[in-house]
């Protein structure tokens, strides 16, 4: 008998098959697991930056409006103190200006009209100057007014463009007696909102 080991061919086939199955089936199944952790992580990074976005639109809604809130009761305060602070000194000293305002607008000459303009005009530069509106001219601290403190400044522009028409053409403007009472009750209205007459 020959002591020779004798090779068995489908015996080393079914081994390195059997093998090739092992590795195919390993390298799948790593692929699976692998893509399935891609997406795994992909879909909590989506939700994570959903949540996160919804949150901080949520924050700048709010800080947009506690800013308002803020800004609006500040202001607020500020000008009631402000008034508070100077209601004796207006109440005192302006009403002896507005009353000769009044006077003179109900004079019957037209050279009175202008000068009841123009001093109803100084009376309101000086009263948003006390007020703490920035400028050097009336023309500037209603440019820096707050409309929605300053509800009445339409009207404030309109009269001291009335002003201006009148300081800077003098007589050759024709002022009318109507014309004139129209602009000292445009600046009286504004001078109610600051409550100093």
């Known amino acids: ?41 992909m879909e909590t990074i989506g939700i994570f930056g959903m949540v996160l976005t919804v949150l901080l639109v949520v ?9 308002h809130q803020v800004e609006h009761g500040g202001f607020h305060h500020l000008e009631h103190e402000e008034h508070a602070r100077h209601a004796h ?8 200006r507005w009353d ?15 000068r009841a303009i123009l001093e109803a005009d ?39 463009k009335m002003r201006n028409t009148v300081a800077h053409l003098g007589e050759a403007f024709p002022l009318t007696e109507r014309d004139a009472k129209a602009t000292i009750e445009l600046y009286r209205r504004v001078f109610e909102e600051f409550g100093i007459l």
């Open 1 to 41: 008998m020959d002591s020779t080991p004798s090779v068995n061919p489908e015996y080393i086939f079914a081994h390195a098959v059997d093998s090739l199955l092992k590795i195919h089936f390993f390298v799948d199944l790593s692929a699976h697991h692998l893509t399935s952790t891609i997406f795994f992580w």
């Open 59 to 67: 924050l700048v809604v709010y800080v947009r409006i506690r800013t």
């Open 122 to 160: 100084v009376m309101l530069a000086q009263l948003l100057s006390d007020r703490g509106y920035p400028g050097d001219t009336l023309g500037e601290q209603l440019k820096h007014a707050n409309p929605l403190q300053f509800t009445t400044i339409n009207l404030a522009w309109e009269a001291h």
């Open 89 to 96: 000194t207006e109440h005192v000293g302006t009403n002896s």
């Open 100 to 114: 000769t305002v009044v006077a003179l607008v109900n004079s019957p000459n037209d050279g009175d009209w202008r």
